[in-house]
């Protein structure tokens, strides 16, 4: 077997609500209709996906004919109240505000904390990570979105860096390889690489 394990994050396609900076999280919005296809070479043993429709959509464009595991873990985070609005119309609030300052203290209303959003979203790891063990996985993708990546790249990369410091774009991957034994121990990868994404000139 093996010892290394990849388990790579690959962001969902920009939507519609994404392209006005509106905050869009457990709430829906379509893949930009204009977007190029986009094409991947790289082909992993099992994939798992947000059960967003966004996230769905674009594990069915890079990787068709795969079967899905659909995670709610790997939600972005709940922004209740806030969802589908922009900085502009929340700006003169100053619940809103306060949340900018401080957001792991803050959060919006009727939606998740900072620490509810990173505890689930770890849940959701512990799952793969220890099913994946337990069936002698080699490799996995997961299709999720940008909160998601950052928590897990801020956690998980070789390079430690906070949650905020990670620019996380869309049609974008990343490949996290571990020892076995240290995704056993819940401990860092021992490399990150960059997934390359191109436009299907064909599409």
């Known amino acids: ?15 519609e609500e994404n392209k006005r900076k509106a905050y869009l999280g457990w709430n829906d919005s379509p893949i930009c209709p204009e977007s190029k296809e986009i094409v991947i070479t790289k082909r992993y ?14 594990a069915n464009q890079l990787f068709s004919n795969q079967s899905l595991h659909l995670l709610k873990e790997f939600r972005e985070m709940n922004f209740g109240k806030w969802e589908g609005k922009t900085y502009d119309e929340l700006k003169g609030d100053p619940h809103y505000r306060n949340w ?15 620490t509810q959003f990173t505890e689930r979203v770890q849940a959701g790891w512990d799952t793969i990570a220890d099913d994946g063990l337990t ?3 080699n490799s996995c993708a997961v299709i999720t979105h940008g909160g998601v990546i950052r928590f897990l790249l801020s956690r998980f990369a070789p390079e430690h860096k906070d949650f905020w410091s990670w620019q996380i774009d869309h049609d974008h991957g990343f490949e996290l390889v571990f020892d076995r034994e240290a995704l056993r121990r819940g401990e860092r990868c021992t490399l990150l690489l960059e997934v390359p994404l191109m436009a299907n000139e064909h599409g």
Do not use: K, W
Request: aromatic share 10%.
């Open 1 to 15: 077997m093996d010892d290394r394990v990849v388990i790579a994050l690959f962001r969902h396609r920009i939507t």
């Open 45 to 58: 043993e099992y994939y798992f996906s947000s059960d967003l429709q966004r996230c769905i959509d674009t």
């Open 100 to 114: 900018l300052l401080d957001p792991v203290n803050h959060c919006p209303p009727d939606g998740e904390s900072f």
């Open 135 to 137: 069936i002698g996985m």
